[in-house]
């Protein structure tokens, strides 16, 4: 159980760290706290067999440093509005070309008879 409880605590913890580096820093929190349940159960199973791996003690190295850099990026990044006039000129554009395409189409009107329609639902 102990090693089981290890492996997960260090996977844990490598997601963490490796989630608190991208631009998604904020989902990192939860396998930071995965981590550290996983650390403290392979912790309490390591205590009470007298002895401590420096494996555990690196897994929780690795959240403490998740948590310090998403707690990080939470401050200080900032969150950069870009002007949304260059969009919404090409979202127009897009628009005029397809009702001037749409206006060009030539459409044949095609005539249906009544008993066309009737042998087709008696089929």
Request: aromatic content about 8%; charged content about 25%; proline content about 2%.
């Amino acid at each position: 159980m102990k090693k089981i409880f290890t492996i997960l605590a260090i996977i844990a913890s490598i997601f963490a760290v490796l989630l608190a580096v991208l631009p998604v820093s904020n989902l990192a929190v939860f396998p930071a706290i995965l981590a550290l349940i996983f650390g403290l159960i392979a912790f309490y199973l390591s205590k009470k067999t007298g002895e401590v791996k420096k494996i555990i003690q690196f897994s929780f190295f690795l959240t403490i440093i998740a948590l310090v850099i998403t707690t990080y990026k939470a401050i200080f990044a900032e969150t950069q509005v870009s002007s949304t006039e260059v969009l919404e000129a090409t979202e127009t554009k897009l628009e005029e070309e397809s009702i001037d395409e749409l206006e060009n189409l030539d459409i044949e009107e095609i005539e249906i008879n009544n008993e066309e329609l009737e042998n087709l639902e008696i089929e």
